[in-house]
């Protein structure tokens, strides 16, 4: 199999580029610089030879930047069949930014120009990278879309507010000074006339008989009136109608690969870490490896931080003479013990810190959290007195290693 | 001078008792014997009532409700007066429609901020002021209920307010209107608004409940009123104010409607604090009222016209007798005093306000007894101050007022209604 060392591939037509995508890794073809030789190819690769550039070795020369990283991809990296890696790969090798473009062409009406093979995938996979602190995401754009199939193709119109009707219009109102009515002008008209629909007087001089203070909106299919119109939506793609108010909005973010994202997509460390515990790897786990705990966020592990903060000057009940107010031995290994056995977990890592440990429990954040309180006040009663204790669970950005005991 | 004036009359006999409270006797007393009738018939009756109240608390009425909510510069007001609708025990279908009359402060935004909110259903902004009769025109042909609610902006209402006044609906097919009760918001702020919150209890709440048992509902009050739509559309709505609420309550009446008088549908509303606003307050209804009374309606006298009818001849000889001549007849009858007796008018003067006095307390305890609003007894020991403030400074004000009026049509100058209605206005 062909892997990234490539640094680039020349496609002289789609059947090329179809041939190259089932030659290579997954992984690979995303992050491998694309240069064509026909028009067909315009969206699928970085540059087409006679369009963008004259020659190959004009194009070579144009992606030498992408080349030279493109070869720099450990080999590690077409083990990885990963959205988010693929991104990151992308635009590491390209050293360029991820930036919205409008159309209204897709339902989506945002989307991202990756010519591979993540499609409307890369948004999502973006927002994973932004979450783990690979990727800066800075606001470009809100949309409102479809309450229903989440498209972005609804047109926004007034509508009546009591039937929803967008057949509306605006309409004076007229005041009749001697008798006070006060009603639509449609309520006055008869023919050319205005006659007041109270006291059937005619109504022949504006601003001595009647003025017009104001307009409401009617509705010509439920006759409601209302000062303002309601404004509600229709969507292109599912037909759905609502009010605007039940849009959903979408915020449309423009992405930059961080200096750690550079870092971690060009280490083969990180992206060993990476393919061992990626969600579908089907790579068993090296046993050299486990002597490293990895804390990934796509992982059902969860890191607890417990920390002794000294309450009291009379130390440690089990701290030796001399020592106190420090976190002895014994303090810890009770600690400890009790934490294995609150969740019930013999194989529990645990990692020194200051004041404390971190433990880090092979389940997931929200069944952690559940358990957190009992735990607390277990521990709070264990060093009752002496300290008290701070238990937090979180989920690192990046993944975090620590030697296990 | 309290302890002469108390010996003389401890000394009076009874015929001599009979000349010096000729005036109380004939006017007031049976004011107060009627009011104390109504207590006696209207607590037995509220009893009853109050018995159908538990098996049918939470009735529902059929037709939609449009709560009209009308306002000229109520920024200040209108969300407290809209929570306090939408904080209503009613649980009926019930829409509030707001119009803006034209403000210029920041009224129409707070009725949009309400709509988005949904705690109203319709606002709609006029950007000429029209006064109140038009703007509450407008509110209810944007309404889509068949019962209106009207309400001032300003006000607010206990939490049963709404299911109060919709009651009689409820009870009885052919009631039109009905009026709600009106209570002082602020009358712990100060001694004018103290007395005015009196006067309440006693005109309105006490004073109307024996309307009611008559059949003679005079005025829905333009702050809390409830109208059924086909009675609303058969007069025209409200006409050109000022005084439109009376107004309309005269046209009603005139067109053989029944009205009502929730005593239980209280809403509360902010009384003039100052002597000064009070009396401009009260100057403005009395005109209002002399004029609606004697020149719009003046063929409620005329037994030939075709639009007469004796209920209403006998409503405004009780307004007569009631309100106009003692407002005539009690200066004079001081000033006969003090000619006759020159010497000894300030006991004899302070021996009638003292007799007076005893009557206002015994008015004031049945109207706390009948509204059951043990809150108010505090303002037990300004019950006399508030009947003498009435007895000689209103009515001279209410006698200074009918005089204004019939001279010099002063209620054509009140800026309540805007100057290009106020020209055209069909009682002119």
């Not at chain 2, 019962?147 to 709404?162: G, K, Q, T």
Request: aromatic share 10%; hydrophobic share 45%.
């Amino acid at each position: 199999m062909l892997d990234a060392s490539l640094g680039a591939a020349v496609v002289r037509n789609p059947d090329d580029l179809r041939r190259l995508r089932n030659a290579l890794n997954r992984s690979v073809f995303d992050a491998l610089p694309l240069i064509g030789l026909s028009g067909d190819l315009r969206d699928k690769v970085d540059i087409v030879v006679g369009a963008d550039c004259p020659t190959i070795a004009g194009a070579l020369t144009a992606l030498c930047g992408s080349i030279e990283r493109a070869t720099r991809l450990p080999p590690v990296f077409a083990d990885i069949d990963d959205d988010a890696v693929s991104l990151l790969a992308y635009l590491a090798v390209r050293d360029a930014p991820l930036t919205p473009v409008y159309t209204p062409d897709r339902s989506t009406v945002a989307h991202f120009p990756v010519q591979r093979r993540l499609g409307d995938k890369v948004e999502l996979a973006a927002d994973r990278l932004a979450q783990w602190g690979l990727l800066t995401a800075h606001f470009d754009e809100r949309i409102n879309v479809c309450s229903g199939c989440g498209s972005g193709r609804v047109i926004v119109r007034e509508l009546c507010s009591s039937c929803q009707s967008a057949q509306i219009a605006n309409e004076s109102i007229i005041h009749h000074f001697r008798c006070a009515e006060e009603a639509p002008e449609s309520h006055f008209r008869h023919g050319t006339s205005l006659v007041c629909p109270k006291c059937r007087q005619y109504l022949r001089h504006f601003s001595v008989d009647y003025d017009k203070p104001g307009t409401v909106v009617s509705c010509a299919s439920c006759g409601h009136l209302n000062g303002e119109p309601g404004v509600g939506f229709r969507c292109l793609d599912c037909g759905r109608t609502d009010l605007a108010d039940r849009l959903r909005s979408r915020e449309i973010c423009s992405y930059a690969v961080t200096d750690a994202g550079h870092a971690s997509i060009f280490d083969k460390d990180w992206l060993a870490d990476f393919a061992l515990y990626q969600p579908s790897g089907a790579q068993a786990p090296d046993p050299a490896l486990r002597a490293v705990t990895t804390i990934d966020p796509r992982s059902d592990a969860t890191l607890v931080e417990i920390r002794f903060a000294q309450g009291s000057d009379n130390g440690w009940p089990w701290s030796a003479p001399g020592t106190q107010n420090q976190f002895d031995l014994r303090t810890q290994e009770l600690t400890q013990r009790l934490v294995r056995e609150h969740f019930a977990d013999d194989a529990i890592d645990f990692v020194d810190a200051p004041d404390g440990f971190d433990a880090l429990i092979e389940s997931n954040v929200a069944a952690v959290q559940r358990q957190l309180p009992g735990l607390e006040l277990h521990i709070r009663q264990l060093v009752e007195a002496q300290a008290s204790c701070t238990v937090r669970s979180h989920l690192r950005g990046t993944p975090v290693q620590y030697e296990a005991q | 001078m309290i302890t002469v004036a108390l010996n003389f009359l401890r000394a009076l006999g009874e015929v001599h008792v009979l000349d010096l409270f000729l005036v109380a006797i004939l006017l007031d007393f049976p004011r107060y014997l009627l009011g104390f009738i109504s207590v006696v018939g209207a607590t037995g009756w509220s009893y009853l009532r109050n018995r159908r109240y538990e098996q049918d608390e939470d009735f529902v009425l059929p037709e939609r409700v449009s709560i009209l909510l009308a306002g000229f510069n109520e920024e200040q007001t209108i969300e407290r007066c809209v929570r306090s609708l939408r904080e209503q025990s009613y649980r009926g279908d019930l829409e509030i429609v707001c119009v803006d009359d034209g403000s210029i402060d920041n009224s129409f935004a707070v009725m949009r901020r309400l709509e988005r909110a949904g705690l109203i259903q319709r606002a709609a902004r006029l950007d000429l002021r029209g006064g109140k009769a038009a703007a509450n025109n407008l509110c209810a042909t944007m309404a889509t209920g068949d019962i209106l609610v009207v309400v001032d902006a300003d006000c607010s209402f206990d939490l049963d307010a709404i299911r109060e006044i919709l009651r009689p609906f409820h009870e009885e097919a052919d009631v039109a209107a009905v009026c709600g009760n009106i209570m002082v918001r602020n009358w712990a702020d100060n001694l004018v608004t103290a007395l005015q919150q009196i006067e309440y209890l006693i005109t309105i709440s006490l004073g109307k409940t024996l309307a009611d048992a008559l059949g003679f509902v005079t005025c829905i009050s333009g702050a809390f009123g409830a109208f059924r739509r086909e009675a609303w559309r058969d007069v025209g709505g409200v006409d050109v104010g000022p005084g439109e609420d009376f107004d309309l309550t005269c046209r009603l009446r005139l067109a053989g409607h029944r009205l009502r008088f929730a005593r239980q549908a209280i809403c509360y509303t902010d009384a003039p604090d100052t002597f000064r606003s009070f009396f401009n307050q009260r100057s403005r209804w009395e005109r209002d009222t002399f004029w609606i009374r004697f020149r719009k309606f003046n063929y409620t006298f005329n037994p030939v016209h075709q639009r007469f009818r004796w209920s209403e001849l006998f409503n405004q000889a009780e307004f007569m007798v009631f309100t106009l001549l003692p407002a005539l007849i009690f200066p004079i009858y001081l000033l006969y005093l003090v000619i006759v007796l020159p010497g000894f008018a300030p006991v004899l003067i302070l021996a009638v306000s003292i007799g007076l006095a005893v009557v206002d307390i015994v008015a004031f305890l049945l109207a706390l007894l009948l509204m059951g609003r043990g809150e108010y007894f505090l303002l037990l020991p300004l019950a006399p101050v508030a009947g003498l403030f009435q007895a000689y400074v209103v009515r001279v004000m209410r006698l200074v007022s009918y005089a204004e009026e019939m001279i010099f049509s002063r209620s054509l100058d009140d800026n309540y209604v805007p100057q290009k209605v106020r020209v055209l206005s069909t009682w002119r």
